[in-house]
């Protein structure tokens, strides 16, 4: 063997095992986060909603209070774990369901000429609405909360994984081997769901882990500005909302439920770039 393809292969996996870090690290935070949600299921050091005056604005690294108490003694370590969770959930559920719906759509637009154009023109008017306006007007009339929250992130997202998904199937669609399938006398469903989805799955996971992480700020947003989580629930943004009165004070809540977001978001982005990396077969041709 030459030296030439011994360099030429050490180059190639070096470049694999750097295409794999963001993966790794993505998969590593976002596993972390994920496990201190559902550690915060079964156990939480105090109850988020129980004040205890005589302990209020304890500093970090008190005993029994890790990341110390708000203004109203209330233990930050318990408010971060369940706020996590809660962003967790709301952001998962809502990139799910617009991934199911977004899917389902998609594909009956490429596949039947009939509802492409419907489909199309009713996702573009979902796309022209301001997904925080929209929230609002939610919040204003059926009420603050999760499912309100769930539902108005779902309707922004959703449009997105329509268009994706019916570029993707009609790429798939042009291919000769569809084709030959039809010919064979292959139905609608079954070339559907053999040959369509599979080929774009990839595309369609990568897509749910960038909305996912866009499902978490955008309910640290809509609970910011008081239209998402309320009490007696809690989420991150919703904490940064009750901590705007005490910015200038040293109080743990200006700082802890920021990094939280900062550092879910980034764990998620990674694990979407590292899967787009890993699912591109153009990618594993550059690295070899």
Known sequence: MSSSVKVARTRGKRKRKQSRLPLIVGGTITGVMILIGIISIFWIPMDVNVSDPSIRMLPIGTAHHLFGTDYLGRDVSSML???????????????????????????????????????????????AMPGIIFALVLASTIGAGYLTTIFALTSFFTPAFVRVTRASSMRVLSEDYISVARLYGRGRMFITFRHVLPNISSILIVQFTIYFAAGVLSEAGLSFLGVGINRPSVSLGMMLHEAVEQIGITDPLNVWPGLCIV???IGLNLLGDGLRDHFDPRFSQRVR
């Open 263 to 265: 550092i879910l978001v």
């Open 81 to 127: 774990m369940t706020g996590i969770r809660t962003s967790i959930i709301i952001g998962s559920c809502a990139a799910f369901l617009a991934l199911f719906i977004g899917t389902i759509l998609g594909m009956l637009a490429a596949s039947v000429s009939k509802l492409d154009e419907p489909i199309m023109r009713t996702a573009d008017i979902f796309m």
